[in-house]
């Protein structure tokens, strides 16, 4: 079984920077890809950044050259930098990954959530 552990919310001001970090733990095979979403109250989920095993990278629109997603195969860890934050950017944010564990089974894993605010 693969656990993630997200940290790095907070609460910021309008044009403020936060990153947010996700650890994957258990026996572990391969990544293939990891992502962030977010979701605000009375919205669906939406996805927000993906990042894969040969470090291709995808974005939402809405967060396009203010968001950038990595990771550190090492540590099994993504990070999320987000710049120029704005208030329509506040949610809970969650990390999901995806992959193979070391008994040659997929998993598709969620962490706990997050929450980001951005308020002055």
């Known amino acids: 079984q693969v656990q993630l552990v997200e940290s790095g919310g907070g609460l910021v001001q309008p044009g403020g920077s936060l990153r947010l970090s996700c650890a994957a733990s258990?026996?572990?095979?391969?990544?293939?890809?990891m992502n962030w979403y977010r979701q605000a109250p009375g919205k669906q989920r939406e996805l927000v950044a993906t990042?894969?095993?040969?470090?291709?990278?995808n974005y939402a629109d809405s967060v396009q050259g203010r968001f950038t997603i990595s990771r550190d195969h090492a540590k099994n860890t993504v990070y999320l930098q987000m710049s120029s934050l704005k208030p329509e950017d506040s949610a809970v944010y969650y990390c999901?990954?995806?992959?193979?564990?070391?008994?040659?089974?997929?998993?598709?894993?969620w962490g706990q959530g997050t929450q980001v605010t951005v308020s002055s």
């Open positions: 999901n990954t995806r992959g193979v564990t070391a008994s040659i089974r997929d998993f598709d894993s």
């Open positions: 258990g026996i572990i095979f391969r990544i293939n890809v």
């Open positions: 990042i894969t095993s040969v470090g291709s990278t």
